[in-house]
């Protein structure tokens, strides 16, 4: 995932799951008891193969697409969606991100990434790379199926690498995009425990991510 660039914690519980962590932001979703799938669609997110997002801003391009691929994390079988990464043309990250969605809910879990960085065209760090079946990780609740104004929950559980809260800050946003005018979209905001900084994001129903703090989306679709 993009790297978060104040981090404000808070009370949190996610309609339909029981919080379980120290600071009260949803840890525990559940995920025992659910029946996943690496395929399907949820309000919010496309986890199709060949579903494809673009989005630009800045001279920086981020290209995420739902591959043919599936990673077997723990128990659990994900679907591979890698996230490309340019500035000014030239690569600066790829990411290999494993989800799973629950059918029922529409809720999209997050198992971690594989990470590469480049400069100058080779690869120099893995920096934010993790995985749920590592000792003290599990999933993360990415994007939910029926978010509710409020709503916060971790979308990475990582200590020590990645500990990513989100809060849904609204579910009636509207926003004009390269690619069009999109109603009725989430709206989040992602913190860091472990840096300072935020992200804004905002999803587009039947589509998915259509804003990424200044990345607008400029193109999406089926590409194979």
């Not at 104004?149 to 995009?177: F, H, N, W």
């Not at 992602?190 to 994001?201: F, N, Q, R």
Request: charged share 25%; glycine share 12%.
């Amino acid at each position: 995932m993009r790297q978060i660039v104040a981090v404000s914690m808070a009370v949190a519980v996610v309609a339909g799951c029981a919080a379980s962590s120290s600071d009260d932001w949803t840890q525990d979703f559940g995920i025992e008891k659910r029946t996943l799938s690496a395929a399907g669609e949820g309000r919010y997110f496309v986890l199709k193969p060949g579903f494809q997002l673009v989005l630009e801003g800045g001279g920086e391009k981020i290209v995420i697409t739902v591959l043919n691929e599936t990673e077997r994390v723990g128990s659990i079988t994900t679907r591979v969606v890698e996230e490309r990464e340019t500035q000014d043309g030239r690569l600066t990250e790829v990411s290999r991100n494993y989800f799973a969605i629950d059918p029922a809910t529409g809720d999209v879990f997050y198992f971690g990434e594989a990470v590469d960085e480049y400069e100058n065209g080779q690869v120099v760090s893995h920096g934010g790379a993790w995985r749920a079946d590592e000792p003290g990780c599990k999933p993360g609740l990415l994007v939910p199926g029926r978010p509710v104004g409020g709503d916060r929950y971790y979308q990475e559980i990582a200590p020590g690498k990645a500990m990513d809260p989100a809060e849904s800050v609204s579910v009636t946003a509207t926003l004009r995009t390269p690619a069009g005018l999109f109603t009725d979209c989430l709206k989040t905001e992602e913190t860091s425990a472990l840096k300072a900084g935020k992200s804004l994001k905002t999803y587009a129903p039947g589509i998915g991510l259509i804003q990424d703090e200044d990345l607008l989306l400029t193109s999406y679709g089926y590409v194979q």
